[in-house]
């Protein structure tokens, strides 16, 4: 065994074991075999053969990959100044490496061989679509440019890969930076479970009172149930202004952002497109700007009527029940929580009480294990933290993949959820073992605090943490049960970004069935499932701000899409922030709201010029989830078709064709409009 864990690739990475002294000498040895790997794949001795180019450079630098997303991976999770030199030290190298690889001539013209040669009419279907992928990405990654303008390309990725982790750290530090301790009395309204782990958080920094941090579980609730207006509009002030120029100027995101997009419409130029949402959805199922923002408006102007009626509506029981004569940002959330409890007689407290996390993971299991056909099994790996678990999935006994589960918010951790894969499947060609994939599955719950009956009590989630965990394994499930072998198109790999979220959000559906609901709910203190009262109020709340809701994701995706088209927006980002929401919005945060400081998704995610693709997949989603409603909610033979034609695929097809090979038929929005209440 090597001594350091990142050059380990046998078994499950030593998690535990990695330290930032390692970081360093292990890209130092993998960027050597990789450049060794480049130059011998370009050469004589490799045959212009799928096999033969991918058992050597193929090789390489997935190990390559490997090791740097796991550093990637604990920079998100277990953050810490030294790690994060390690990764900053090493992320132009990494970049420089993948950007000369991806505009190689000598590779390139390699590759245009193979497709070239008798042998390519042979190739697998997966194989054709990788081989199609890679010819693509030459060409994006400045194949074709020659001289100066192929220098001033790499040089914009080197800038923009540290352009993007600046951003995400000025993010981290700016959220884990805010500290407010408040007395009881501001706390009025907060669960006690909630307010106990202030407590306790404040008592573990040796002060009095309750620790309020910008970490979503512990700011939300305040906004949510605190009946004390003024600390809501100071947690809101500081939550929105995060990473901006209202706060320390080292940790404004305005430059980060000017520069971002200056060099993404560069890089538009020199690789021939008119801007970067162009580059954007040249890998995408929607093909221009102009057809996704017809998309986006098309759904604006059908949820205006539902949304304008919400806000009427929240606004009258605020003056009304609330003494709220006008209604400020800072009380909306709040507002909209008393309007459904008075409504539907329920507050999404009562709800929590149900959902324990051990609970609600036995349940979203059974559903995996009988919808696909599979056993998912505790099993034993090293972590990065003592929270996070271990999990294989197993089919008749065989390993199928396995996954690392993090639940738990805490300093050092980026906000939000995600999913990540930390190794493909692949049948190797340098040894002929099936590798099998293996995920990160990352939420930011609120931790478990206190006891019940003498025994730690379990972390409980709100029905949106349900959602959320559901979304993250449909995530898991696409990358975890593929069959295709090949790099590149196995798993969530090759998929069509405006078509990765339609597992996700397909998984969301079943939170909303009460057939599934009842197996994942046990009072926290009796044991006893949910009532089917209380989950018939949830289920006639479901809707409540649907066109709120859904006016909100289309002004995220308009403003991602025009600050990717339009020529001045560097200088403009606030202006056309404002200007998207005096299109599409009915709600108007303050002037001093800065929300795009922190929109991580396109300044330091995958989703610029993309985020679109949360609503366009939906569409997807909801339709694909209408099979299920038709022929029976956890039949075995819906979830068998449904594996076989959109998750063990991968991106070894287009996905408007496996979404066909599935439901038979195109796509259609109806089943969207339907599920949220909004009329056609």
Known sequence: ??????????????????????????IDELLADANAALDKVVGP???????????????????????????GHLSHVADTPELRAAHAENLARITEFYTRQGSDERLYAKYKAVAASPAAAALSAPRRQALGHWLRDFKLGGADLKGDDKARFAAIQDRMAELSQAYSNHVL??????????????????????????????EKDGQAGHKITLHFPSYFPVLQYGSHRPLREKLYTAYVTRASELGPAELDNSPVMAELLTLRQEEARLLGYANYAEVSLASKMAR?????????????????????????????????????????????????????????????????AYFPLPKVLQGLFGIIETLFEVAIRPAEAPVWNDTVRFYRIERAGQLVGEFYLDPHARPGKRPGAWMDDARERWLRPDDGRLQTPVAHLVCNFAAPVGQINGQDRPALLTHDDVITLFHEFGHGLHHLLTRVDDLGVSGISGVEWDAVELPSQFME?????????????????????MPRALFDKMLAAKNFQSGLQTLRQVEFGLFDMRLHTEADAPQRVLAIAGEVRDEVAVIKPPAFSRTAH????????????????????????????????????????????????????GGSRPALESFKAFRGREPTIDALLRHQGIAA
């Not at 193929?58 to 090791?67: I, Q, S």
């Not at 500290?179 to 909630?194: F, K, Q, R, S």
């Open 509 to 529: 559906n079943f939170c909303w069935e009460w057939e599934v609901a009842r197996h994942l709910t046990a009072h926290v203190e009796t044991g006893e499932p």
């Open 1 to 26: 065994m090597h001594a350091n864990p990142l050059l380990n690739f046998d078994g499950p990475i030593a998690f535990d074991a990695i330290r930032p002294e390692h970081v360093t000498p292990a």
């Open 288 to 352: 221009t700007p102009a057809e996704v923002m017809a998309f986006l408006r098309d759904l604006a102007a059908k949820a205006r009527a539902s949304a304008e009626h919400d806000l009427k509506e929240l606004r009258e029981f605020a003056a009304r029940e609330l003494q709220l004569a006008e209604l400020q940002s800072w009380d909306i959330a709040y507002a909209s929580e008393k309007l459904k409890e008075a409504r539907y007689a329920f507050s999404d407290q009562e709800v929590k």
């Open 173 to 202: 530090d700016a959220t884990d930076a805010f500290a407010y301790y408040a007395t009881a009395e501001e706390l009025a309204g907060v669960p006690a479970d909630v307010v106990e782990g202030m407590r306790a958080a404040a």
């Open 45 to 71: 001795d490799v045959p212009a053969d799928f096999d033969a180019m991918s058992a050597v450079l193929a090789v390489a630098t997935e190990r390559l990959a490997r090791a740097w997303g796991a550093v």
């Open 598 to 649: 922190t929109f991580s998704h396109i300044f330091a995610g995958g989703y610029s010029a993309g985020y679109y693709s949360y609503k366009w997949a939906e569409v997807l989603s909801a339709d694909a989830f209408s099979a299920f409603e038709e022929e029976g909610v956890l039949r075995p033979e819906t979830g068998r078709r449904y594996r076989t034609e959109i998750l063990e695929v």
